[in-house]
């Protein structure tokens, strides 16, 4: 184990309800093993120890640990990072994890149209920096689909649980954050959501809570306004500003630069009083994002964002669509948790031990996305700022002899070198 993930690991151990301390050590010795080998199979992790990873597996099927214990625990532990912050980005995305071949797990739900795959459905919630920059997970929620009813649709069915898993994800990070902050001030909240979070039910709970928020429109909703729909009255505005924005890559489409308009309009939103009985009319503003000309066979790219932070100029607008590109994080996580954490090879046959191992592979896939990008984007910014001064400090000792480098003066480049080196120099011991 490097000594980094050492003291990552047993921060987030401190921060979660367990019955007693060996179940705190065994916690940290768990995601320290997942953070230095990700890829690895438990065996694997644990170098070989069978009795280590007798011990892992004994943590999963333990009943007196539960997912929401762990879940909350690494949650807090990002919180508490997140309170040096004076603004925060709180993005949530949802993605479906295959187990088909899990065939002991009664609870997997269908995950394809054709009902043929089973598996989960992984909602996240992760706090960022303005600048995008990954700080950790705050929530996840576990859930599968049922199977469709012959007189009710797919649809119909899961309509609930897909809008109130936005609520969910937004009043769960927003707990966490207020019980790390005590009695202190909790930094400002920007919720992020993508075209599944346009439910007026979330719009309703982000106005409630105070928040602010950034979600891009699926719906075509009532306005106050002459021309009566959203998307017809923003398009009626005069162009604010040009912006190129990076479109990442999609299938076989490489990824490209795209130089849009952007429009903006204050709106008052008219509820459907038969489908919200008890909602209100709500002052948002709408900013739109056009790509007049796109390259041959590509479709434009055409975002309608809904937020609450200020859009009336044009350095206005055009900071509304950079905090929204913010959200690419969230999928660079979910994609480092499948290829890199291998977490749809887990083998373990229980809802309860799955579910676990899930809520540690996704903060180890948070962290190993943080750690990539503050070395890879902004090399010199200094370690203090991303690990903890024990980390720091054991990094220099171990490494920085004759070198005569302060521990303030450590870039996260270094550190990251540093920590890739202890990994390589340490021996797999024979299973």
Known sequence: MTLSNIVWAQQVSAATSLPD???????????????????????QATQGNAGQAK??????ANDRVNGSSLNHGFGLETAQRCLDQD???????????????????????????????????????????????????????CWVRPQPQPKQSKKKQTQDKESSKWINGLENARAVLYEAAGGLAVPRLIHLMDREGDAYEVMMAVEDCGDSAIIRSAQNRLIDNPLAKAHDAVRNQPVLGQVS?????????????????????????EPNLQQYPHAWSMKWNLVEVWEPESPAAVEPLHWLLWTREPATTADEALEVVRKYTCRWPI?????????????EDLRLQSWGRLEKALRVNASV???????????????????????????????????????????????????????????????????
């Open 87 to 141: 603004s925060v980005l709180v993005v949530q995305d949802t993605t479906t994890l295959n187990f088909t071949g899990l065939h002991g797990i009664a609870e997997l739900g269908p995950i394809d149209s054709g009902n043929l795959a089973r598996g989960l459905h992984l909602h996240s919630a992760i706090g960022l920096t303005l600048q995008a920059k990954v700080i950790g997970i705050l929530d996840q929620q």
């Open 331 to 343: 999928e660079e996580i979910h994609l480092v948790l499948k290829s890199g954490c291998k977490v």
């Open 21 to 43: 301390q060996r179940m705190k050590s065994r916690l940290a010795s768990i995601i320290a093993d997942a953070m230095d080998s990700p890829s690895s199979s438990i065996p």
């Open 245 to 269: 924005i990076e479109v990442k890559r999609k299938k076989d489409i490489p990824q490209r630069e795209a130089l849009v308009q952007v429009r903006s309009m204050a709106a008052t939103l």
């Open 55 to 60: 011990a892992t597996y004994r943590f999963y």
């Open 365 to 431: 896939a948070a962290r190993i996305v943080m750690l990539r990008d503050l070395a890879r984007e902004t090399p010199q910014t200094p370690a203090l700022q991303v690990l903890a001064k024990d980390e720091v400090d054991a990094l220099v000792s171990r490494f920085g002899k004759g070198k005569a480098i302060p521990a303030a003066d450590l870039s996260i480049a270094q550190a990251v070198l540093w920590l890739s080196l202890i990994h390589i120099s340490e021996p797999t011991r024979p299973y």
